[in-house]
């Protein structure tokens, strides 16, 4: 399983970050999954440079440009210089503060450039009765997936966060009948934009409220690939516990 851990802006001291890493090196060195941290950019490159440990670190967001006069950006090029080998490109909260989805293409295809495994989120804002959401998370992928080669399209990870799922707890989140719908939903289209077999080796992640208490469920039923996990992966305590669940 791949655990992804999206410390959004929770984090603001290095100690506690330094903590943060150090718990996820222990376990994944005692254990099997493939952690990533996407830490603030501000403390990613003093966490990730020199790592040669099994723990990979993804920017939060990309710059939808390369280098130059771009007041408060950061290019792909320059994660990667940092140590990052992944990068969340169009979260939610990137998109509430103005990514569209000509935007999120762009930010993904820099980073692909740049070699950075994207890992690309998609999710509806609310559900309605007459599912508008499936052609909502529809258009997300396909205006992501279109523009790019066959060879592209196989080197992203995809993340589905419903919004009306993120910052709440277990009990508010998906459940996993619901999830495996949405999986085998986003498959279907995938198999648009890849052969058979190569939609199929897509990571598929889930975000949205995953804690200790719902992330074994979730994980036993839904046929996903792993977690984007936001809140509960910022205390240690709870990170380890997210981890153990899945052993
Ligand atoms: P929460 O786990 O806090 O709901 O956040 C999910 C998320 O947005 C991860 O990218």
Avoid at 13 to 38: P, Y
Avoid at 82 to 103: F, P
Wanted: charged letters at 20%.
């Amino acid at each position: 399983m791949i655990i992804a851990a999206n410390w959004k802006a929770y984090v603001e001291d290095v100690e506690r970050a330094k903590k943060l890493v150090a718990a996820a090196k222990r376990l994944a060195r005692s254990g099997t999954h493939q952690i990533i941290l996407a830490p603030p950019s501000v403390f990613l490159g003093l966490l990730a440079s020199g790592n040669h440990s099994a723990v990979a670190f993804s920017a939060q967001d990309v710059s939808r440009t390369t280098g130059g006069a771009q007041t408060g950006e950061n290019t792909a090029q320059a994660f990667v210089v940092a140590g990052a080998t992944h990068a969340i490109i169009g979260h939610s909260e990137r998109r509430a503060m103005g990514d569209t989805n000509a935007i999120v293409s762009e930010k993904l295809a820099h980073a692909l450039a740049q070699g950075l495994t994207p890992i690309l989120c998609i999710g509806e804002r609310e559900r309605d009765e007459e599912s508008h959401y499936l052609s909502f998370v529809r258009e997300e992928i396909e205006t992501a997936f279109a523009p790019l080669s066959s060879k592209e399209r196989q080197r992203i990870m995809l993340a589905y966060e419903p919004i009306w799922a993120i910052g709440k707890t277990a009990s508010e989140a998906m459940r996993p009948d619901e999830l495996v719908e949405m999986v085998l939903y986003i498959r279907k289209v995938l198999t648009q934009y890849l052969p058979g077999k190569a939609a199929t080796n897509i990571s598929i992640l889930y975000g949205g409220s995953v804690e200790p208490e719902n992330i074994r469920a979730l994980a036993g039923e839904s046929q996903v690939d792993g977690f984007l996990i936001g809140h509960a992966s910022v205390e240690v305590h709870s990170f380890e516990a997210l981890v153990k669940e899945l052993a």
